[in-house]
């Protein structure tokens, strides 16, 4: 199948999109996961913590 120009101008417009969005869903995840990251040392902290009364 062979594209002409016109459709291959569409196709790369349609992957550079697409690539935009991965682009954007990639920063929100990696700020969820550095979120989830410092939750998740506050709660090995809050578990060292001698004034809690564990540990």
Do not use: C, W, Y
């Amino acid at each position: 199948m062979e594209l002409t120009p016109e459709e291959l101008v569409a196709e790369f417009q349609d992957a550079v999109v697409e690539l935009d969005f991965a682009r954007k869903r990639i920063v929100l995840l990696e700020a969820e996961a550095t979120a989830l990251r410092a939750r998740l040392a506050e709660g090995r902290e809050e578990d060292l913590d001698p004034a809690n009364g564990e540990g």
